[in-house]
């Protein structure tokens, strides 16, 4: 199993000399890959509660983003190998053209390092900034994802959908990898499993907020509904994003552990379980911990951690 680290690159540790160290260590250490998330906002008076907080409201860290494709193209020139992925880009919010190219973009400077891990957004303040209407998001995205493969791959671009529209272009340069970057989409509802088998080449998947258990059920919707299409489930990548919470001694409580919160050996055994899943690759956040305010401290414990991936 393949493992990253996000960067640095929200919150008020996400300074140009931390993101270039946890990128050059990251890459010596051995890791496969560096990952970014995008946010547009964060309002005052939310529209859309957050999901992952019990009271709704937002992470702080959100208040200081820095752009996800701008930081892996720095990034990019200070690496040679590693990969450089999004999770995620929320795309509607740049026209499709324009994403493309930023894609390609970061594929040519990069040697084709680029993963695009893509997402349809939940925030309506983001859709409202963007003049995008929140409502047939889903239809909307099978359409935007058609046009980057077009832009991607054809030599004369033309399309024709009910939300994008591109006359006969030429759209260069096309990315180094081919037939394009591999395209993860996030998401956890069945019309995500959907749009993955028919567009992408795999899921980017959440571990730590739910029982692991959960996960594995949504990895064998994906599976099922690849078979139902007649596709091998093998060939669609499994992504997982973790974000483990280090508790220096395991509790003497009889309650039950959360996934992704004890010692390095709880949480080693949780990565041990999600590998026996079929996981393709793991990337960990530490930039909702304390952990996330000492870059050094970020290596070494996905040092630690990667042991029980490999």
Avoid: C
């Amino acid at each position: 199993m393949r493992v990253g680290i996000f960067l640095p690159h929200i919150g008020d540790n996400s300074t140009k000399e931390n993101i270039l160290y946890v990128a050059k260590e990251s890459e010596k250490a051995g890791f496969d890959s560096v990952w970014v998330l995008d946010r547009l906002l964060w309002p005052l008076n939310p529209q859309t509660p957050y999901v992952a907080s019990a009271d709704g409201s937002l992470p702080l860290q959100y208040q200081n983003v820095l752009d996800p494709l701008t930081t892996l193209t720095y990034v990019a020139a200070v690496t040679n190998e590693i990969l450089l992925g999004t999770s995620i880009i929320d795309m509607f919010f740049q026209n499709p053209v324009e994403l493309a190219k930023r894609f390609a973009t970061l594929d040519i400077l990069s040697n084709g390092r680029s993963i695009a891990g893509l997402g349809i957004g939940w925030s309506k303040d983001e859709y409202e900034v963007s003049g995008i209407p929140f409502k047939n998001k889903g239809n909307r995205a099978d359409e935007y994802v058609q046009v980057l493969k077009k832009i991607w791959t054809e030599e004369v671009v033309e399309f024709k959908g009910q939300f994008y529209k591109i006359p006969p272009s030429k759209i260069d340069p096309k990315p180094v990898q081919k037939p394009h970057p591999q395209i993860l989409f996030g998401g956890f509802s069945p019309k995500t499993f959907s749009r993955i088998v028919n567009y992408a080449n795999g899921w980017i998947g959440i571990a730590g907020f739910g029982p692991l258990e959960q996960l594995g059920q949504m990895i064998n919707s994906l599976r099922e509904e690849a078979r139902k299409n007649n596709k091998d489930p093998s060939k669609f990548e499994v992504v997982i994003g973790a974000y483990p919470n280090i508790i220096e001694s395991a509790s003497s409580s009889t309650q039950t552990r959360s996934p992704m919160t004890g010692t390095i050996d709880q949480i080693g055994s949780d990565i041990e379980q999600i590998k026996a899943m079929g996981v393709n690759h793991v990337f960990f956040g530490h930039m909702f911990s304390s952990i996330g305010q000492d870059v050094n401290k970020m290596i070494d414990i996905t040092k630690q951690l990667a042991v029980y991936a490999k």
